[in-house]
T-cell receptor, first 111, second 110 residues
Framework: DVKVTQSSRYLVKRTGEKVFLECVQDMDHENMFWYRQDPGLGLRLIYFSYDVKMKEKGDIPEGYSVSREKKERFSLILESASTNQTSMYLC??????????FGSGTRLTVV | DAKTTQPPSMDCAEGRAANLPCNHS???????VYWYRQIHSQGPQYIIH???NNETNEMASLIITEDRKSSTLILPHATLRDTAVYYCIAPGGSNYKLTFGKGTLLTVNP
């Protein structure tokens, strides 16, 4: 089975900190994604990458950046964390033409 | 993305079949329908997808109407662990982006 691993299950960071959320997949998938999930708002796409070093903005990219230097790893960066970025962050990967595989999520709290 | 409409909640007795409907009346001819579910505090889990023909795997069956305007996900023998939010998605022309609606909260009762 494909595995998507997110580095942390829970994180607490201070306002203004630079935060790195890491995601690794083990099945050579081309496409990788970062979503955030908030109550009442569902899952919203932040950024995605369709190949190494390629990235595209999703619906809510403001305040975030991403990095994909290797095919298996897709990092989400909060340049200066703010309290409105407190959320559940979900990483997913996909082989073109097939379904998505999601990680277990990182629950980030910014205080 | 084709717009999908699902009931907000459904109940099912343990051991019975759970039939979850989804309307996707604006779906185009080459759009797949995907189903995912999300158990509380976990990432969404892929269940099944289909284009025109009915599909079955170890988790569920997917019935797509001939006009492709609606589909039904069937869990043949629901268990308490099937309690989750179920999402029906038609990504459409986007090969990358999945748009999740609010889904259906299925509660399986003992």
């Amino acid at each position: 089975d494909v595995k998507v691993t997110q580095s942390s299950r829970y994180l607490v960071k201070r306002t203004g900190e630079k935060v790195f959320l890491e995601c690794v997949q083990d099945m050579d998938h081309e496409n990788m994604f970062w979503y955030r999930q908030d109550p009442g708002l569902g899952l919203r796409l932040i950024y995605f990458s369709y190949d190494v070093k390629m990235k595209e903005k999703g619906d809510i990219p403001e305040g975030y950046s991403v990095s994909r230097e290797k095919k298996e790893r897709f990092s989400l960066i909060l340049e200066s964390a703010s309290t409105n970025q407190t959320s559940m962050y979900l990483c997913a990967s996909r082989l073109q033409g097939y379904g998505y595989t999601f990680g277990s999520g990182t629950r980030l709290t910014v205080v | 993305d084709a717009k999908t409409t699902q009931p907000p909640s459904m109940d099912c007795a343990e051991g019975r079949a759970a039939n979850l409907p989804c309307n996707h009346s604006t779906i185009s001819g080459n759009e797949y329908v995907y189903w995912y579910r999300q158990i509380h505090s976990q990432g969404p889990q892929y269940i099944i997808h289909g284009l025109k023909n009915n599909e079955t795997n170890e988790m569920a069956s997917l019935i797509i109407t001939e006009d492709r305007k609606s589909s039904t996900l069937i869990l043949p023998h629901a268990t308490l662990r099937d309690t989750a939010v179920y999402y029906c998605i038609a990504p459409g022309g986007s090969n990358y982006k999945l748009t999740f609606g609010k889904g259906t909260l299925l509660t399986v009762n003992p």
